[in-house]
């Protein structure tokens, strides 16, 4: 509860300085004392919490809470809050209590904002066509559907129908600063959300955005930030002179060293330094760590961008207005190039300068490299390669979300319905090219890109290790859940759960879905019969039964190998997919052995040792990067070889207890 000044305490508030258009207007806490007061100018109505506790700043110095050399219009400010050195003012702010703000230019809100939500993205196209309206509980998932879906335009309208009227229930002419936040040394702060614990320091300009830090995930802002149109979610670093305009910043991104980041979107985990995004999706973990990488116009995640990568959306015709996709776990070297259009398949590495409209979509886990001008495709190469299997393990671990409310749901599996399925029909397209072309070409053509016979034909068999390995894993995975004696309960062991799952499957900026479970969403969408928090549940049940649609899709292609349907599969037909799972496994993680025993050979050792001999050169290798053997990665493949081998063995030794 508010009460009126007292005539003594306006006196003695005047004689520490302070004024007020109307005294009448301000209003104090009960316990209110005005000792903590001093150079106030009071405007408007404003109302004002208690000041009894001191406040310690980092390196230890403490402060009473109080408000000095300050101009206040229509505020509140709650109990035990530190005003100082407001150099003109803050305006019609609600602040919440033990909050810190210390020599700022202003704050306020000028007029009715959203705070950023509803804020258009022209994302992709610069020239218009997918612009994504962006609110405070936008996901990766629903922006996927908001941007690539566009041919269902009634879904769409209702999407940003749903966010037009949450932009509007959030809109105020009040402006709010949460509990525990520290605004220190900054600039101009107009029409901004900014929420519990978040720390600004040195940000020079914020204007019209949402910074959606709380206790478990604090936001940090720093020296020379400026932010224009964006949401800013939970648990993200902006520092060094970021620039961010129009965009939305997802939960654990990192943005520092002068990033540049323009009308895009931008997801769980993202880390963005030195270099610059225009109009991108950058769906979760799309990293950049280098001056001289652009990425725009681009869809990307779990993108790993080299120094001096960049793409072309602009032809020199009609303006800036190709786009191109780089699917889930692409990385591109340093200097390469794409020009848009094009599509680079999952898992795939780009090397090079690529002019062609190349289309790797139903080849992933390749290497597309430039020779003499042309673009060569290698199929399945990064299936054997240590750094696809370390990127796998690396990005749950990297996780760097806080917040117990996650807006992304993230599917960190390699090997999956999506990516699987991509390598069958990779497998038909390459014995398709051979039977047309003959066995004998030397160099086959597909989709801008060429493929040499050598490849073609190891591609193909890198392809079935990776059917053979998943399929075997979804199948042991299955039966290891229940207890079955004969035939017949094997049988019924494997019948899957329900039949979602079975057909094409799409990876949703994250999360990986069976198309018909998408499509059905969209059609509740479209009917107008789900809210936004409908619609965000929807994705949070599909990723949570993720294992359940996965079985259905694995057996649907066993079903296929097998010959027969699960009714009538033979024990002989079980027994031989997990011994070629075995077999799968065990090859593919020595040519993962093999491939990461090129990091320690001789050339590697190049520039150690450097004043000494080969002896000393590779003491110091050992002592700086250890030897193979005791390589703690080397040591999990091993031990990943040994574990597997067992349980199919274990497994096989069940099976022929079977009658």
Known sequence: MFRSLTAQEIAQLEAQGCAATNWSEVEVAQAFEPLHV???????????????????????????SGIYNATLHNCEVGDDCHLYNIHN?????????????????????????????????????????????????????????????????????EIERLIDAYAEEHASDHGYIGDHVRILNCGSIKNVFVGDYAELSGVS?????????????????????????????????????????KCFVGQGCIFDKHYSAGESLFFSNCQGMHGEACAIFAGPYTVTHHKSTLLIAGMFSFLNAGSGSNQSNHMYKLGPIHQGIAERGAKTTSDSYLLWPSKIGAFSLVMGRHTHHSDTSDLPFSYLIENNAESYLVPGANLRTVGTI???????????????????????????PYTVQKMWNGRNILNELQALSGENTDVYGYRNCKIRNTSLRHGRELYTIGIQKFLGNSLISRLEKSEWHTMDELRAALRPDSQSGAGDWVDMSGLIAPKGEVTRLLDDIQNGVLSLNDIQARLIEMNANYYSYEWTWALEKLEQVWGCDVEHVTLAQIRKTIQEWREAVVKLDHMVYDDARKEFDLNSQTGFGADGNREQAEADFEEVRGSFESNSFVKAVLEHIERKTELGNKMLAKLAEIK
């Open 38 to 64: 001093h150079n106030t100018h009071f405007s408007g109505h404003n109302q004002i919490g208690v000041f009894n506790r001191e406040i310690e700043l980092p390196g230890g110095l403490k402060i009473h």
């Open 89 to 157: 003012y803050i305006a019609n702010y609600h602040i919440g209590s033990n909050t810190c703000i210390e020599n700022v230019n202003a704050i306020l809100v000028d007029g009715r904002s959203t705070f950023g939500n509803g804020v258009r993205v022209p994302v992709m196209n610069e020239g218009g066509g997918r612009e994504i309206p962006i609110f405070n509980e936008l996901s990766a998932s629903l922006a996927y559907i908001l941007t690539l879906y566009r041919h269902r335009p009634k879904m769409i309208h």
């Open 205 to 245: 300009r914020l204007k019209n955005g949402s910074i959606n830090s709380n206790e478990a995930a604090p936001i940090r802002l720093g020296s020379g930030v400026k932010c224009t149109d964006f949401i800013i979610a939970s648990g993200v670093e902006i520092g060094d002179s970021t620039l961010v305009d």
């Open 390 to 416: 370390r990127d796998a393990q690396k990005w749950p671990k990297r996780d760097n979300r806080k917040d117990p409310h996650k807006l992304d749901q993230i599917n960190f599996n390699l090997l999956s």
